[in-house]
């Protein structure tokens, strides 16, 4: 079957470390997308990919890192920088235009 | 499961009464528009698209109308059941690099 996966489903950081999560993806999808999704506040762009070893910042990229090595994969690095990364993170693909996206099941990280 | 909105709007309907949600987009010139359900602690899952060369367009139990004169869209759910309880969002490709711009979302509560 074509899917998202995202891992791991809950994540724990402590106070100034970095932590990656997964987004693999077997649809062929061309782009790949990250979203922040925080109580009452929808979904929020974070980074976005259109193709390999190319990606672009989105609405709130601040204190976070991706890479685009391969098509199937787009992992994100929370960083010791962004202060409130609490939050539940979605990972989406698409073929290029933007429509029909397919989305993974989410991560949430929470900093203790 | 995970809230995904505390303060999300929130429409209540009666199990199989219509539900009808809606959406006020932002720009005129958007040309695709998605609605998605989010159960709690899950990634959105598509339900039904519509383009900007159309004004309604019917699923199983579900129908999307666009109003481009005062870009309003609204989703109607038939015979509303339990399973339906969920958040909903809308989304718009501006066509600006291929991505979607989500709304807030609306909580839908089904009562038995």
């Known amino acids: 079957d074509g899917g998202i996966t995202q891992s791991p489903k809950y994540l724990f950081r402590k106070e100034g470390q970095n932590v990656t999560l997964s987004c693999e993806q077997n649809?062929?999808?061309?782009?790949m997308y990250w979203y922040r999704q925080d109580p009452g506040q929808g979904l929020r762009l974070i980074y976005y990919s259109q193709i390999v070893n190319d990606f672009q910042k989105g609405d709130i990229a601040e204190g976070y890192s991706v890479s685009r090595e391969k098509k199937e994969s787009f992992p994100l690095t929370v960083t010791s920088a962004q202060k409130n990364p609490t939050a539940f993170y979605l990972c989406?693909?698409?073929?290029?235009?933007?429509?029909?996206?397919?989305f993974g099941s989410g991560t949430r990280l929470t900093v203790v | 499961g995970e809230s995904v909105g505390l303060h999300l709007p929130t429409l209540s309907v009666q199990e199989g009464d219509n539900s009808i949600i809606n959406c006020a987009y932002s720009n005129s010139a958007s040309d695709y528009f998605i609605w998605y359900k989010q159960e709690s602690g899950k990634g959105p899952q598509f339900i039904i698209d519509?383009?900007?060369?159309?004004d309604k367009r019917q699923g199983q139990r579900v129908t999307v109308l666009l109003n481009k004169t005062v870009k309003h869209l609204s989703l109607q759910i038939a015979a509303t059941q339990p399973g339906d309880s969920a958040v909903y969002f809308c989304a718009e490709n501006t066509g600006t690099a291929s991505k979607l711009t989500f709304g807030t979302g609306t909580r839908l509560q089904v009562t038995l």
């Open positions: 649809l062929n999808h061309d782009a």
């Open positions: 519509i383009r900007s060369n159309m």
């Open positions: 989406a693909s698409s073929p290029l235009g933007g429509y029909g996206y397919t």
